[in-house]
């Protein structure tokens, strides 16, 4: 996939607004007058970001909240999305799904475009937000002593997914219609040294936190909240689509909202990521990577 | 067609918010603190806005500037981009392309996504601005009396496809590489009743003008500038592609920046549109349609 990433490395060169923090895995800050705004755009593509011959009414769902988490990680209040939409037999159905889940994170289809196609669908969404906090939260903010915290559980949406891959009678709603976290963010911002989302997996993002911030992170797997069978532990803490927030605070402050600590920030060692005292040098394996 | 039809239907119910002015064929404009943001989303898609084989670097300037002249239109400065990109075998070539048109207009990439895919190749891109003037130009303002009028010429974009299509050694770059008239947009705000860009062909643009703001349009066609053969006259004012702006003026005012006068505003008559004298009383064949 050298192609592929040899355009991904242009494309960042080319981003060298001070927006544009980090293309593909993170939201632009933006600020315009005395404003700052948050803007990200995801899509997702049949085959990759869900199953061929999946409800369209979900994958709108979720190519909604995954743009809204973008916006959650940074304490942000949505104020509208784009849909760039390929039409396709299903199009009712993508429709109803994506007028529920704004209806029900009270977020506006501010317009868009829609084109035909043949083979391999994909949809793309711009969500726009305004900082309810500033500085935004950005990934790379860590300090050493800082405690590591989730909210909600890991594993439901992983269960959910094999739940509807092999046809059992199961509940997939955590995969199907996952929930942005956009309350907890904006209560969290003010205190947070650190916040993202976890949409690819607890373990590579918390290793991607470490990166960006130059420290260690340390987490304690037993202490990670999972909505799974307890042998699925590792499983649940490397799948991704949770999009649950990760995020620290210094010692002594006490989160704002329900959540669990699950680790904490040293300097940085051997690794960027200690998992129950074991070193993780490579990101590889550790979640879902985009390449 | 119908499902299609039935699918836009849906997204344009979905779009209750009032910033969602209308669906495909024009911006949101959209109130954020002391600011107003103009926020659009254009695709692209090989076979329907580009030929097969077609240099990747002018598709990506093209999106880029399809997506500038809908902000040109409501007057604003760009802020950013954010694109939404299949990735093909010619990424390099996009990358390039894409660099020199933001280069170009001055406007940052702010972010975006990538994704695989095999079939048709689309291309999405998010342009943000804030208006320089207020209230935003909008379709529906023209008023009876006013004096319509273009900017540049039409028909070279026309010419250009022609030469590239039937691969004739003639100059190819008003449908290449055009320019979005971001300049003479912000200079026409403050004085405009309606402005809208014709990238769909002047005839139908101006037919919807006309029917948004319920009067109707007399175009005198002799008076249109074109830069293609005078035999073609017809052919290039329901050519899209343009990217040139379409405005409106009450009587006695001179616009600021060299333009043409085509025509004038009437009460609503018979039909939304009159060319020379004959009406034109349905959209059909007047130019390039999304259905």
């Given at each position: 996939m050298s192609g592929e990433f040899a355009f991904i490395q242009s494309l960042r060169a080319l981003a060298t607004h001070p927006a544009a923090r980090n293309l593909e895995d993170d939201c632009a800050v933006l600020e315009v007058g005395s404003e700052t705004l948050i803007l990200t755009h995801d899509m997702m593509m049949e085959g990759t970001h869900y199953l061929a011959g999946a409800d369209m009414a979900d994958v709108a769902w979720k190519l909604v909240a995954c743009n809204l988490s973008d916006l959650a990680a940074k304490g942000a209040e949505p104020l509208g999305v784009l849909l760039?939409?390929?039409?396709?037999?299903?199009?009712?159905?993508?429709?109803s799904g994506l007028a529920e889940a704004l209806w029900h994170?009270?977020?506006?289809?501010?317009?868009?475009?829609?084109v035909g196609g043949t083979g391999t669908h994909s949809h793309g969404l711009t969500a726009i937000g305004r900082a309810t906090h500033s500085p935004v939260p950005s990934r790379s903010g860590t300090q050493i002593g800082d405690a590591?915290?989730?909210?909600?559980?890991?594993?439901?949406?992983?269960?959910?997914?094999?739940?509807?891959?092999?046809?059992?009678?199961?509940d997939h709603i955590a995969y199907t219609r996952p929930l942005p976290r956009l309350g907890e963010g904006q209560a969290?911002?003010?205190?947070?040294?650190?916040?993202?989302?976890?949409?690819?997996?607890?373990?590579l993002d918390a290793f991607r936190m470490a990166e960006a911030s130059d420290v260690s992170i340390?987490?304690?797997?037993?202490?990670?909240?999972?909505?799974?069978?307890?042998?699925?532990?590792?499983?649940?803490?490397?799948?991704?689509?949770?999009?649950?927030?990760l995020f620290t605070l210094p010692?002594?402050?006490?989160?704002?909202?329900?959540?669990?600590?699950?680790?904490?920030?040293?300097?940085r060692g051997?690794?960027?990521?200690?998992?129950?005292?074991e070193p993780l040098i490579n990101a590889e394996g550790l979640g879902y990577s985009h390449n």
């Open positions: 760039g939409h390929m039409l396709g037999e299903d199009d009712e159905a993508f429709a994170c009270n977020v506006p289809l501010l317009g868009g475009d829609t590591l915290y989730i909210t909600g559980q890991l594993g439901a949406a992983m269960i959910g997914y094999e739940a509807l891959r092999d046809g059992l009678d199961a969290l911002a003010p205190h947070v040294t650190a916040m993202m989302d976890i949409s690819d997996g607890l373990l340390a987490i304690d797997s037993a202490s990670v909240p999972i909505d799974a069978p307890e042998n699925r532990r590792m499983d649940a803490l490397t799948w991704g689509d949770d999009y649950e927030l010692a002594g402050i006490e989160p704002s909202v329900p959540v669990t600590r699950i680790g904490q920030v040293e300097p051997f690794a960027p990521l200690f998992l129950d005292g």
